[in-house]
Nanobody, 125 residues
């Protein structure tokens, strides 16, 4: 079992940066592939980024490629999402998720069994 807690969200202006953190409380965190998803009001939850358990595979959604960076710090049980050049359309609740083992479809929400409560990001013009 693993518990996830996101932090770092807030209200920022377009063009600025935020770093989201996902702190995991559980055993053998290094074995879990992790991802970030986001959900805006009235929209489906959408994939943002994924990093494999060994850090060897990283995937980004087209909407954030080149602007966002996912990384993991296994000794500290933490996954980060560095968000640069934020746009108004990035406004959403951001969720951290964890799976187990090698994922078949890491961009699909159903691959992940553990979710945090989310942290809200609002980007204003």
């Amino acid at each position: 079992q693993v518990m996830l807690a996101e932090s770092g969200g807030g209200l920022v202006q377009a063009g600025s940066s935020l770093r989201l953190s996902c702190l995991a409380s559980g055993r053998t965190f290094r074995t879990y592939p992790t991802a970030w998803f986001r959900q805006a009001p009235g929209k489906e939850r959408e994939f943002v980024a994924h990093v494999s358990a060994n850090g060897g595979t990283i995937d980004y959604a087209d909407h954030v490629k080149g602007r966002f960076t996912i990384s993991r710090d296994d000794p500290n049980n933490t996954v980060y999402l560095q968000m640069n050049s934020l746009k108004v359309e990035d406004t959403a609740v951001y969720f951290c998720a964890a799976g187990l083992g090698t994922l078949r479809r890491p961009e699909k929400f159903y691959e992940y069994g553990y979710w945090g409560q989310g942290t809200e990001v609002t980007v204003s013009s």
